[in-house]
């Protein structure tokens, strides 16, 4: 079977080793041949597809070796994609480095570390809000609402980021995905709230 070589949407290996599994080719009318393909990665086994096209009538159970040695060949882009971070504009450096850290580990995996990560980018945040905070989190959240500096909905996003986070941070038990996943929704719309749209409104 035909081989490539791309990074894995799923262990993220870069430039990883994938065997084509399965074929069905469809024939053309421009006498070219699709070829709907499926592939697994040969570190973790996990599969990617993609439409590949041939010039002529082909098959990729034909074809050993890789598929880039094929120039009749068009390869299609293959899913799924390799998650990227979902990063809002506009935030401020320190904010930035914090939540892009926390994505990465997020997508690869690094459950505790990852919810470590998005709490420390609300603290930042509430540091741009007010460098001169002190106290525990839930101290510092609680005082930019009673200032009038964060609204209802945003020290509710807050506080579940906190909450969330210190779950993660224990990791007893185990955080599941679900969890994360929900950890950096509720920072991002923080970080959109406070940050983002302010940012795209007009200076009057």
Request: charged content about 20%; hydrophobic content about 40%.
């Amino acid at each position: 079977m035909a081989t490539f070589a791309i990074k894995c949407p799923h262990c993220f290996r870069d430039n990883t080793s994938f065997t084509v599994a399965g074929i069905v080719p469809t024939q053309r009318h421009d006498g070219r041949a699709n070829m709907e393909t499926f592939a697994t990665c040969n570190a973790c086994h996990r599969g990617v597809c993609a439409t590949i096209v041939a010039d002529g009538p082909a098959h990729l159970a034909d074809l050993p070796g890789a598929l880039d040695n094929y120039p009749h060949l068009t390869v299609g882009e293959w899913l799924p994609k390799v998650p990227e971070p979902d990063i809002p504009d506009h935030l401020p450096s320190t904010v930035l480095q914090a939540f892009m850290e926390a994505e990465k580990l997020r997508i690869a995996g690094f459950r505790g570390p990852a919810g470590n990560a998005y709490r420390r980018a609300l603290e930042a945040g509430l540091k741009e809000v007010d460098a001169g905070l002190a106290g525990s989190l839930y101290a510092r959240i609680e005082t930019l609402k009673q200032r009038g500096q964060l609204t209802t909905s945003m020290c509710a996003f807050a506080h579940r980021i906190r909450t969330l986070g210190n779950g993660a941070s224990h990791e007893t038990p185990s955080v599941e995905d679900d969890e994360i996943d929900d950890l950096a929704q509720f920072t991002k719309l923080f970080l959109l709230y406070q940050f983002t749209l302010p940012a795209m409104l007009p200076v009057e």
